[in-house]
């Protein structure tokens, strides 16, 4: 099925291909979407609803995310209906790492920020994918060097289900050519040069040049800017406590 609005071929090709690796992660049933509501996250979001895939879809609220992004929540909501859960820290585990490390501790050290990013994402996250059989994502190969090897399909080894990324091969320019040509809402700061949003204190606009992830966690280096929701769990978060 193709997109109503027009696209150039090499975008419906992607488009394409994109929704063959949605129908796939369908196939695997129960399989779920977890969405902070990027850009890419609104493409494929899109092609769930578009395409009436069966397939989940969640987001994590982690307490700390810009005025924007909830903002757009309530315009998928408007737009989609109610087709997704929101899923939250646990306020036990929260007040302990506040008490421990202060509100904004995760600026001193990268373990600091990586267990706050444990606590407000990645715990939640295992909720929303336990006894799930395949994970959906938005990531991009080219958007960091964390990222470059990235396939259409992977094994997690962490929550051991099948991870689909049906973005991966897609450029920036053509997931910004898949919004505007479907009129896809998407997060205000991404006029105001913030690329890549998460948490408010941990994201910022970058500069002409920077690369897509610079704005994220910018005080550290390229090789630690993940959260642990993808790649690895955190050392200092054992696994066995994250479900």
Known sequence: MHISSPLDSRLQAQVDTALAVLRDAARLAPAVFSTSFGAEDMVVLDLIRRHELDIGIFTLDTGRLPEQTYALMQQVEERYGACLDTLYPD???????????GINGFYASVENRKACCAVRKVKPLARGL????????????????????????E???VYCLE???????WTEPQVWEYLRA???????LH????????????TRAIALGEETRAGRWWWESADTKECGLHGSVPRAIPLRELA
């Open 91 to 101: 306020q036990d585990a929260l007040q302990r790492l506040v008490s421990a490390n």
């Open 130 to 153: 336990a006894a799930k059989r395949a994970w959906v994502t938005g990531l991009r190969a080219q958007q960091a060097v964390t990222r470059a090897q990235l396939q259409a399909r």
């Open 155 to 157: 094994y997690d080894t």
């Open 163 to 169: 991870k689909f990324n049906p973005l991966f091969d």
């Open 182 to 188: 479907t009129q896809v809402p998407y997060n205000a």
């Open 191 to 202: 006029d105001r040069g913030y690329p890549s949003i998460g948490c408010a204190p941990c």
